[in-house]
Each structure stands twice: as structure tokens, then as C-alpha cells.
């Protein structure tokens, strides 16, 4: 008999990090199915051009089950508790989005885990669209009331969580996230930078969050050089508010080079050309760019907060979320060659304790641990 293993995908066309991580985790767990198991996927309904894109963004699954609503309806119908004809069998979502319904683990053996990847709608809702929140905060009481097992990606996540749910208990598991499989400094660096038209020095810094950034900006104005700013991820909507900020912080406009979400190979190239990779954020939310910056042996500095502290471990400096704790870091990261070239190899060790299969194999674990 074989066992099938249903992954979530969220989006029929994904942008962003948890979108790209849903593909990743879904392609790992097909190479560490275990003997007698297979993946299937499960998404909102789409076109066969859609259907046919995921089959060739994840090599090997059985088959894709799509439900019968779009996606906004589909979450909708799930934040209401109607499974709309999803629900059933072995259930992997790699975000909340998934048919939290009452059903039998222990009978008809149906299972379905969730995960968080990010507490902003709870830490700082004014950041996000008020509908983002509650949709977000309503699919948490759902699986406070129907998840399994809830994935959180760093210990800190999941005591920060047992704050905000203290009903999920024991039912929290830390699996984390990683870059994209094989992400590392492309050949083309050099002309990927330039196609981008970025500077020739700069610090980046993930626009994805607004927290932070108006300490990241003052500490490059403190620092004194003349460093360039590059801050990626940042929403079409969003790019007025960094560009003010930044200038609030006295930076001149050429000195900031807004960028929204870049493909991978840009993404290494911009990340593995910085001066440094600046993380002021000490909200609890995974640090993608961060991971990323790892994988590329990028110096990293970021705010001292749980979150980093596990994830970067040895691999970075932490200063305190202050404007002056950052130019001081930043002074001394770059203040020699050999002091950045020691950052840039305790990033890189630091960057192989990631990976999806890795990721993968604890997720069958768990599955099978249910």
C-alpha cells in the first residue's frame, strides 16, 4: 500500500519567499520519500497551463489535486472551516494556508500540518494590509483547533508562538528553511550586478518589512563613507515609504537603489557583491535574506534578537537595534580586508547547516511521528 503525502501549494502564480520554499520543500520531499510513500501535490484551481508549470517546477510527484475554488475564494472558504473538497489524507501546507477541518488521525489516519513562518499580523499588524492580518490570525485559531503539528522554523518561533497560542502545546515542530536548492555565486555575477545597475559599493538591506530600516539608513549615513544602499524585496506599494525613509535618514537619493523581488540568480549576485548584508529587524519572521546571504559567504550584521542569534549563530555580528551599534559594526566589518574576509568565511561555514532535503527528511519524520 502506498502512502501519499499531500503538499500545499499555495499560489498558482507565487512570488516571494514562502512561495519559492513551498516549491523547494515540495521537490525535497519527492528525493527523501521514503520507500513505499509518494508526494502529491494540492493547489487552487488553475489553468492546465498552471497545472502543467507545477509539474515541471516539482519533478516526480504522483499527481495534483486541485480544488474547486480559485485562490481568494479558496482561502476564504478554508478561513470559514469549509474544506470545499480538499480535505482528507496525509496534509503538508507549507504556510496556514491549508483545509484545517475536525477530522480522524487516529481512524481514517488524515493528517494536516501547517506552518509560520512569520509573526508580524501578531508583532507589528500596522506593517500589513488589515485583511493580510485577520486572515492570518483566523487561520492560527484553526489550527489551534484542528493542525496536528504546527512547523515554525526556529526555536524562537515557537516560543514566541506559545505566547500568542498556548493551546498548541507540544504540537509545535522547528523544521527550518533554507536557501533555494544549489543557490550559490553565479559565473555571471559581475554582469547580473551591472544588468542591474547596481553601485560599486553598497550594503543591502530586505526591504520586505519596513522595521529597522530607518536604523539600517542612519547607520550608513553614521558610518561616514560613502557607501551605497541597495534594499530589495520592497512591494511597488512600499517604495515611496523606503525612499522616504531614506532620505529622512539624510541619505541622498543616488546613494538607494530600490529593488522589488529579484530571481535567484540576481538575488546571489546582489547579495554576494555587498559590502555587508544588514538585518536591523528584530521581529520574529525568517530571515530569508539572511539565509541567503550564508549561502553566499556574505559579512552579515544584524539585530541582536532570538531569532538571529540561532539562525546565523557564529556566522555574523549582532549589535543592538540602534543606529550607532550598526555604524560601529559596519566601521569595523569593513574596516580592513582581512576583518571582512573573516565575516565573509564565518558567513559561508555557517551557510551549509542549510537545506531543503535536510528540511525534507525532518518533515517525513514528523509525518510519520503523527
Keep these: 500500500m502506498t502512502t501519499t503525502l499531500r503538499v500545499v501549494l499555495d499560489d498558482a502564480a507565487p512570488v516571494g519567499p514562502v512561495a519559492e520554499a513551498s516549491r523547494e520543500l515540495a521537490r525535497g520531499l519527492v528525493r527523501t520519500a521514503p520507500s513505499g510513500c509518494e508526494v502529491s501535490v494540492l493547489m487552487p484551481a488553475g489553468s492546465d497551463e498552471t497545472i502543467a508549470d507545477v509539474r515541471d517546477e516539482v519533478p516526480g510527484i504522483a499527481r495534483i489535486d ?6 481568494r475564494e479558496l482561502a476564504t472558504s478554508w ?3 469549509i474544506a470545499a473538497g480538499a480535505g482528507g489524507g496525509m ?24 506552518t509560520v513562518w512569520d509573526l508580524t499580523p501578531w508583532e507589528a499588524p500596522d506593517e500589513l494590509p488589515r485583511t493580510h492580518v485577520l486572515w492570518h490570525r483566523a487561520m492560527l485559531k484553526r489550527a489551534v483547533k484542528h493542525a496536528d503539528a504546527v512547523v515554525v522554523p526556529t526555536h524562537a518561533h515557537a516560543e514566541a508562538l506559545r505566547v500568542i497560542a498556548p493551546k498548541l502545546g507540544e504540537r509545535l515542530r522547528v523544521v527550518a528553511g533554507a536557501p533555494p536548492a544549489g543557490f550559490g555565486v ?7 550586478r551591472r544588468t542591474q545597475d547596481l553601485p560599486a559599493q553598497y550594503v543591502l538591506i530586505d526591504g520586505s518589512r519596513q522595521a529597522g530600516l530607518d536604523v539600517a539608513f542612519a547607520a550608513v549615513v553614521r558610518e561616514g563613507g560613502d557607501l551605497s544602499v541597495v534594499v530589495t524585496d520592497v512591494g511597488d506599494d512600499a517604495a515611496a515609504k523606503v525612499a522616504d525613509a531614506a532620505a529622512a535618514a539624510g ?4 546613494r538607494v537603489h530600490v529593488k522589488g523581488r529579484l530571481d535567484t540568480g540576481d538575488r546571489a549576485a546582489a547579495l554576494a557583491g555587498a559590502e555587508a548584508v544588514l538585518a536591523p529587524s528584530s521581529i520574529t519572521d525568517h530571515p530569508w535574506t539572511v539565509v541567503e546571504a550564508l549561502a553566499v559567504a556574505a559579512p552579515v550584521i544584524a539585530a541582536d534578537s532570538d531569532v538571529h542569534r540561532e539562525v546565523i549563530a557564529e556566522g555574523g555580528l549582532f549589535v543592538a537595534a540602534s543606529a ?5 559594526a559596519l566601521a569595523q566589518a569593513l574596516g580592513s580586508d582581512a576583518a571582512r574576509a573573516r565575516l565573509a568565511v564565518l558567513a559561508g561555514d555557517r551557510g551549509r ?12 519524520q514528523l509525518h510519520a511521528d503523527l
Excluded at 541619505?251 to 543616488?254: G, K, M, R, V
Excluded at 547547516?353 to 517525513?364: D, M
Design 186 to 192: 553565479p559565473a555571471d555575477e559581475v554582469g547580473r
Design 66 to 71: 486541485t480544488a474547486p475554488l480559485a485562490r
Design 79 to 81: 478561513q470559514l472551516g
Design 353 to 364: 547547516a542549510f537545506s531543503w532535503l535536510g528540511a525534507a527528511e525532518r518533515v517525513w
Design 91 to 114: 496534509i503538508h501546507a507549507p504556510s496556514l494556508m491549508a483545509p484545517l477541518v475536525r477530522h480522524d488521525r487516529v481512524y481514517d489516519h488524515d493528517q494536516t500540518v501547517v
Design 251 to 254: 541619505l541622498a537619493e543616488s
Design 324 to 328: 550607532d551599534a550598526f555604524a560601529e
